[in-house]
């Protein structure tokens, strides 16, 4: 039986513009009234988390930066450090055409920024050298530590809240959801998903932008 239900947010809640969707909310609501935890993991900054977590209503722990910082009962914690990040786009904003993003003013354990799509391959080898890795969440590029991912938040929770995990249903749409879906945990992705998340999801729905969401809770029975 699934406990912790625990979601992306863009292009999973959200449409492409990342409006949220009502009927996501309806479902999550529907379910904390159950009983199920749900928790939120984006790359957007823990401010922005902060809110989502009040204003939805969300019962869990909600991550930022990808799972790099945390805000749960009044406290944020802190898993990585954006020294390396940082100093790094300072460092190929000179040589490529990296821009920062303006969040990063907010961002405490990573970097943002857009760039042109020819330059990822030369972006992403430096920051092999850098030890630090590039991420696509299809709204932004992110520069995260080594093991700073989605994947390493989800094993947070599984201990915080002492889960099997089979006890967890993780979903999700992009590359930045990939470290969760490599769990041997539940896994269900929206249409609009990539063909890579898609290929590891034991659940595709043939609903979009959020209109998964119910789709998904029925066919883990939580709804
Ligand atoms: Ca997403």
Redesign the pocket.
Known sequence: MIELVVL?V???ITDQNRILNPEAISCIRTGVEKGIKFSLISGNVIPVMFGLKTFLGINGPVFGENGGIMYYNGNIEKFFDKSGPVKFLEYISKKSSATPYFTNQWRETSAAFSMNSEDKDMISREAEKWNLEIVD??FTWHIMNRNQNKGYAVGILKKMFNLEWNEILVI???DN?NAMFQLPVKKACPFNATDHIKSLSDYVSEKSYGYEIKDAMKEFNIL
Request: aromatic share 0%; glycine share 20%; no cysteine.
């Open positions: 992306d863009d292009g999973t969440s299809k999700g749409d992009s959801d």
